[in-house]
């Protein structure tokens, strides 16, 4: 197994993991915008589709949603913590007949035959996630789709900009008295993180050109015994098309959900957020800006895309 597993199954494994993912829509403001976004793609693209794949389900957002509308839905993931939550949300949703969890890794999809689902899924970054073998697997998930494929992966454009702004979700949280402890920690380390922070032109040409950094901080720590952020690459937006296509993936679509919500200021968003109205329209106009080519780069971290099979 490669280290990049050995990291990803450590930290996705962790006991509280599916607790505190399942919240992140509740506090943070960049999540409610690309939450709704793939929300309103799934939603507006299920003719015809019966049968659905989510590889890297997580605990359930899209792949409830869509037991929800009548598919049958495998939920596939690595994590224990995550299946235990999404079962459970989805036993609450009453949707457990037509779902099927199944522990196991995108490295590895030879149980599924070709065009085993009508549709394949696999959103937030799992893909980036299997790093080196991303194209591989997500020419695996091309292989199992039968009639359209939607997936979002690590943005190299959307993410750069974290690594001068080291604690980057400060500016979306939703409200400064939450008890989440992600809040709070962002909260209280800004005044550090501010003192401390100095550009790294090395760091940043790294990720740049190659999509990845060295990852030796990150085995080092493994190797002690520690939980390292997993190893994520990170798509270009004409890479990820030019793969898609290379495996047959037709009228393939791109997006940046956030690319729009990154350049209001936090009290506007929260004032917008606070309002269901203006919260509706605004997640509405999102969707369609974040959706012409010239700014999907930009998304909050994510780069979706999606493309028709044969
Ligand atoms: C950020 S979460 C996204 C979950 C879900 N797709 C969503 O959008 O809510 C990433 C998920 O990918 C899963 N994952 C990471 N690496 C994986 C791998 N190699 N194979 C299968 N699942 C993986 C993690 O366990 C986690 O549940």
């Not at 589709?49 to 598919?71: N, P, Q, Y």
Request: with cysteine.
């Amino acid at each position: 197994m490669n280290y990049s597993t050995k990291i990803a199954e450590r930290q996705w494994n962790l006991p509280d993991k599916g607790e505190r993912e399942s919240k992140r829509e509740e506090v943070f403001m960049d999540d409610i915008v690309q939450k709704n976004h793939i929300e309103k793609e799934l939603l507006s693209n299920l003719d015809g589709i019966e049968t659905v794949f989510d590889g890297g389900a997580g605990c359930g957002r899209f792949s409830i949603l869509l037991a929800k509308k009548g598919c049958k839905v495998t939920h596939f993931d690595i994590s224990q913590p995550m299946l235990d939550k999404a079962y459970e949300f989805a036993k609450a949703a009453n949707v457990l007949s037509n779902i099927t969890f199944i522990k196991g890794e995108l490295e590895d999809l030879t149980a599924y035959t070709d065009h085993s689902f009508d549709l394949v899924i696999s959103f937030d970054a799992p893909i980036s996630y299997t790093y080196p073998n991303q194209e591989s697997v997500i020419g695996e998930l091309v292989r199992i789709a039968r009639k359209r494929i939607m997936l979002s992966v690590s943005s190299r454009l959307g993410s750069l900009p974290y690594l001068a702004n080291p604690m980057n979700k400060n500016q979306f949280v939703l409200d400064d008295n939450c008890s989440d402890p992600w809040v709070q920690w962002c909260l209280e380390n800004w005044d550090n993180a501010v003192e401390n922070f100095h550009f790294n032109k090395t760091l940043c040409d790294a990720w740049f050109y190659q999509g990845i950094g060295d990852c030796a901080n990150e085995i080092a720590d493994y190797e002690a015994g520690g939980t390292p952020w997993v190893l994520t690459y990170l798509f270009l937006p004409d890479e990820l098309q030019g793969i898609l296509e290379r495996f047959g993936v037709k009228n393939v679509r791109l997006a940046g959900p956030g690319a729009y919500a990154r350049t209001i200021p936090k009290a506007i968003l929260r004032k917008i957020m606070g309002d269901p109205g203006q919260k509706e329209a605004f997640l509405e106009f999102c969707y369609e800006y974040d959706r012409n080519p010239y700014v999907l780069g930009m998304g909050k971290d994510n780069l979706f895309a999606k493309g028709e099979i044969g």
